[in-house]
């Protein structure tokens, strides 16, 4: 909190929560944390170390009265599970875009075992026919979109590259559980894409698909709705995506031109659904009326 009742400060919440006070004294709210075991403490018990303050017990036993003692495997664990709970607590309060890095991490991890594993491939990878009820396996539409082909690493490459460059922005514009559920959305769109063709083209009901494309065309589209709204230049952004879009018709390309169509539709229009109804637009048209 900001002293002297003024505002508070960027990072900084406005209300204790009932986990906000002292353990040592439950009467005193406070958000300090304990550097060493993540405790909440009030400033009486605070004292002031290298690094943060610590608490009075972490104290003593930086100073060897703990220490000579000895403690149990029961304090031991009872220590992790706090340092455990901190660091969840710090991550929250941070802007990392962890969400951005942890589908990144789900790709690599997924495609090393995709090179390890025989078959593995075949476990995740989705054709229109996993959507016929003769067939019915919907998890796949989610499975997906964390495949690459193995054939070449400039796939996974690429694709991990573009989500780097435009997923981390759009993650913190947005926040963290919104990103995320466009990111499927856009996913899912990818895996309809190439469904619908199906109904143009019947042999295609048989042909898989792998790749984080169509989710992240969801993310490059929703990056389009979200500058144009801002009243940014989407010149350039526009220009990338259709030259990415028209490299999936190059005869011969074995690229699903159609997953990169649906998820690109799916996620501008997951966007635009954000920005009528969260961004400012929304709020101006309130006002008028």
């Not at 009030?42 to 610590?54: D, K």
């Not at 460059?165 to 993650?171: A, K, Q």
């Not at 990415?244 to 699903?256: D, L």
């Amino acid at each position: 909190m900001s002293s002297g009742g003024s505002r508070p400060e960027f990072g900084e919440r406005a209300e204790y929560g009932p986990n906000d006070v002292c353990y040592r004294h439950p009467d005193s709210p406070s958000f300090t944390l304990c550097q060493r075991c993540g405790r909440t403490i009030c400033a009486q018990c605070q004292t002031n170390a290298p690094v943060g303050v610590l608490c009075p017990e972490c104290m003593r036993e930086l100073r060897g009265g703990a220490r000579a003692s000895g403690l149990g495997p029961g304090r031991t664990q009872h220590r992790a599970a706090r340092r455990v709970t901190v660091m969840g607590r710090r991550l929250a309060a941070t802007d990392a875009p962890v969400v951005t890095y942890g589908i990144m991490i789900a790709c690599v991890v997924v495609w090393a075992l995709q090179m390890l594993i025989p078959g593995f491939t075949q476990e995740l990878w989705f054709a229109p026919a996993h959507a016929l009820p003769q067939m019915y396996e919907p998890w796949r539409f989610v499975t997906a979109m964390f495949t690459h082909s193995t054939g070449s690493i400039f796939h996974i490459l690429f694709n991990m590259l573009t989500l780097w460059l435009f997923g981390r922005n759009l993650e913190q514009l947005l926040g963290r559980m919104p990103f995320l559920w466009l990111y499927l959305f856009s996913g899912i769109g990818g895996a309809i894409g190439s469904m619908l063709w199906a109904y143009a083209d019947p042999a295609a009901v048989v042909v898989p698909t792998v790749g984080a494309s169509g989710a992240i065309f969801g993310v490059m589209g929703a990056t389009l709705v979200a500058f144009r709204a801002a009243g940014v230049s989407i010149t350039s952004l526009a220009v990338l995506i259709a030259i990415n879009v028209g490299i999936g018709f190059i005869p011969g390309n074995s690229v699903s031109w159609q997953a990169h169509l649906g998820g690109l539709a799916v996620g501008a229009l997951t966007m635009w659904v954000l920005v009528q109804t969260r961004g400012p637009r929304r709020r101006g048209r309130g006002s008028v009326d």
